[in-house]
């Protein structure tokens, strides 16, 4: 059994990588700031850094951070590595990071260079950026009512998943040096993968890509972040999303529900809207509103139309089907009906006992539709259809 320190053990790549180095049998350390028995931040070392490499015969190093100082944490990491007499120093990179200037990437190039010069057997992989970390950006950039993109942009997102599987097998393995870069199984425009993104949060967006100008979108222009000749990975962008929102058979039922539903309550709207405006005369003599006050046709037209007004938006939330609009067109019904049903309940006294007991049910099971309807809305992933996978990659 090797025992192997996986810093960023917490993180998106490394919690994966440490559950299946686990599950192949060996003692793995988890390294990160938060974490016992081994929290430290690589970017300061100390005595608690070699504390956690006592005894280590492998590295695997996935941490890295977003306020700068991989560099020095890098160093920090193979110094002690050193001390502690470590044999196998595993790195996860990025593909692109010597054909695209980017802050980021050219760190990610300096740490290659420690990790190279180190002293330690040492194995890099490069790997295209993870389905998460395009979602995130998507996320971002879909909180605008446009969607703007940097025009003839690609991308070649890859599961994080196959990432670990792939850095768990080289970490359980000799030094390789430099291995096969490993990409997405589909090179695509950017505008795709948005698009993906926009159906399957239920968003409505304009998608507009938008030409820029200097070094670092030259690069990404010229595919330097990619690796089309190793599309190694199998989970496309579309499965990620399917999975991750909504795509499963409890999102496919609510959704069901939250078109049928609506769709029950417009009928009954539309047929007593229509029923009020053309034939008021014949609607207040029924029996359930006849012992009403006397007859105002123009209360009447009005409550006809509104009736028609509330189907009509209801029916345009749900061609949306999008959370807010939903929520608020549903919950409009409801308070209409709520009122509507407290107002009948206090003028029952004309009403004789069997027309009372079954006036009131048909408006109280008429509330709870609605109020179900509600409820279920309140649950954000229904509204989101699973994407369609397999589209075609970009040439």
């Not at 559950?19 to 192949?24: F, I, T």
């Not at 057997?121 to 879909?142: K, S």
Request: charged share 20%; proline share 6%.
């Amino acid at each position: 059994m090797t025992t192997i320190l996986v810093t960023g053990g917490t993180g998106t790549l490394g919690r994966l990588v440490t559950e299946r180095l686990r599950a192949g049998g060996h003692d793995v350390r988890v390294l990160s700031r938060h974490s016992e028995p081994y929290a430290v931040d690589l970017r300061e070392g100390g005595d608690g850094l070699d504390t956690a490499l006592a005894g280590v015969d492998t590295v695997v190093h996935c941490a890295t951070t977003q306020r700068g100082g991989d560099e020095r944490s890098a160093a920090n990491l193979i110094a002690a590595a050193r001390r502690a007499g470590a044999t196998h120093l595993v790195h996860i990179s990025i593909v692109g990071v010597d054909r695209v200037p980017l802050g980021s990437y050219r760190t990610k190039l300096a740490v290659e260079k420690l990790v190279r010069e180190s002293g330690l057997g040492w194995t890099v992989l490069r790997a295209t950026q993870f389905h998460d970390l395009v979602t995130q950006v998507l996320g971002i950039l879909a909180r605008l009512p446009v969607v703007l993109l940097p025009a003839h942009a690609l991308d070649q997102p890859v599961e994080v998943a196959e990432v670990a599987d792939r850095l768990a097998e080289l970490a359980q393995g000799a030094p390789a040096g430099r291995v096969a870069d490993m990409g997405g199984p589909e090179v695509r425009t950017f505008e795709s993968p948005a698009r993906a993104h926009l159906s399957a949060t239920g968003r409505r967006r304009a998608v507009v890509n938008v030409p820029l100008a200097g070094r670092t979108y030259r690069a990404f222009r010229a595919g330097g972040h990619l690796a089309p000749g190793h599309a190694v990975g199998r989970r496309t962008f579309e499965e990620y999303l399917a999975e991750r929102f909504g795509g499963g058979e409890d999102g496919r039922r609510g959704r069901a529900w939250l078109r049928a539903g609506p769709g029950v309550l417009v009928g009954g709207r539309v047929l007593l809207g229509l029923w009020v405006l053309l034939l008021p005369e014949l609607f207040w003599r029924w029996p359930w509103v006849s012992h009403l006050p006397p007859c105002n046709e123009h209360l009447l037209r009005d409550f006809g139309g509104a009736s028609l007004a509330l189907a009509v938006v209801l029916c345009a939330a749900v061609a949306t089907m999008e959370r807010r609009p939903v929520r608020t067109a549903l919950t409009a019904y409801l308070v209409s009906f709520v009122t509507h049903l407290l107002f009948h309940a206090s003028h029952l006294e004309p009403l004789s006992a069997a027309s009372a007991a079954g006036f009131l049910p048909l408006l109280g099971t008429a509330v709870l539709l609605p109020a179900a309807l509600v409820w279920l809305a309140a649950d954000g992933t229904v509204f989101r259809e699973p994407a369609q996978a397999g589209r075609p990659s970009a040439p």
